[in-house]
């Protein structure tokens, strides 16, 4: 058993809380808001065009960024999905004092 300081991280980052997967997600919605981008301007040429980069790069970025308790938005979902997939049983099904 080895002990690790506290203030040692085990995964490799480029800032702190901002690692090669962070990175990967937000080049995934860079590239997403790219292909808008291309197809809004078969369409129009407004500044709008250029507006959709910067969004689809930025939810990309506040999905995958940890909060104060470490846990991304991303994360999250992915715990709420493996949760609702789960058996449920509940004991007091009609509520109320039975007794």
């Known amino acids: 058993m080895y002990q690790v300081p506290k203030n040692i991280s085990g995964k490799f980052e480029l800032l702190p809380g901002f690692g090669w997967n962070e990175l990967f ?14 197809v809004l301007s078969i369409f129009t040429q407004s500044l709008i065009r250029y507006l959709v980069v910067f969004i689809f790069t930025g939810l990309a970025y506040f999905l995958v960024i940890p909060g104060p308790d470490g846990s991304s938005v991303l994360s999250l979902i992915k715990y709420y999905i493996r949760w609702s997939k789960k058996q449920k049983r509940y004991l007091n099904i009609l509520g109320g004092n039975r007794g």
């Open 25 to 38: 997600f937000v080049l995934l919605g860079f590239l997403a808001g790219i292909f808008v981008y291309v």
